[in-house]
């Protein structure tokens, strides 16, 4: 928590950002079961077609154990190796997580955009803090995300009449820009194709290491109980 603190003021909160980043990279990170075993995934796709132009993971222990609130420290080094592997340098972080939207407002995305320089948005399928009102249901439709009177991110809908993501800004965006990024990320599914890629890639990844399918038995975060 001390560390957290110690960073939080080295966010940058405004941006703007990149508005058309030319390479978008998703993370994400896979369980054994037990939880003693992980495999980070970084998969950098062109903004404007979503192919993957490159990828990189790092399977190996976690760092921390799992504290709700903490969840970067388990899983940084991790993700910070994979990014060490990747060929490309990507103009923007897409976390399957949470940045400001955060109790201590130094989630995954910020603690990751802060180390490595990097813009960098959270997007969480489900809410870590605040309080909202459902959006309307039509794909773009959005209302503030507020913990404590703060608007620390937005409840964005990404598909019409489906569940909304929990978008925030990590580090160097604004949050106007995060919404615009995420929407841009998301022509067929609900999660933008940078977490869709980046999460078959650590079970894929995973299954081949333990000799699972990748089904049940590998989970991504949500199933270690969510995704500070």
């Not at 340098?89 to 130094?106: M, Q, T």
Request: net charge neutral; aromatic share 4%.
């Amino acid at each position: 928590m001390a560390v957290q603190e110690e960073l939080r003021p080295l966010v940058d909160l405004v941006g703007p950002g990149p508005a058309a980043p030319a390479t978008v990279a998703g993370l994400d990170v896979a369980y054994a079961p037990g939880g003693d075993l992980l495999a980070a995934a970084v998969t950098v796709l062109d903004s404007r077609t979503l192919a993957v132009v490159d990828s990189a993971i790092s399977v190996g222990r976690p760092a921390f154990d799992y504290v709700p609130g903490l969840f970067a420290f388990r899983e940084l080094p991790a993700l910070l190796a994979a990014l060490g592997r990747l060929t490309t340098s990507p103009d923007l972080l897409v976390c399957d997580g949470h940045g400001l939207a955060h109790p201590r407002r130094f989630g995954l995305a910020c603690h990751l955009g802060v180390v490595t320089g990097l813009p960098a948005i959270g997007v969480g399928k489900t809410p870590l803090v605040g309080e909202w009102v459902p959006p309307p249901t039509e794909r773009g439709a959005w209302s503030p995300l507020r913990d404590g009177g703060e608007v620390v991110g937005r409840v964005l809908r990404t598909r019409d009449a489906v569940r909304p993501v929990f978008v925030s800004v990590g580090h160097r965006m604004s949050l106007d820009n995060a919404a615009a990024q995420v929407l841009g990320l998301t022509p067929c599914y609900r999660l933008p194709e940078t977490t869709r890629t980046a999460d078959r890639l650590c079970r894929d990844a995973l299954a081949q290491v333990t000799g699972t399918t990748g089904g049940p038995a590998v989970g991504t975060r949500s199933s270690q109980g969510g995704k500070p």
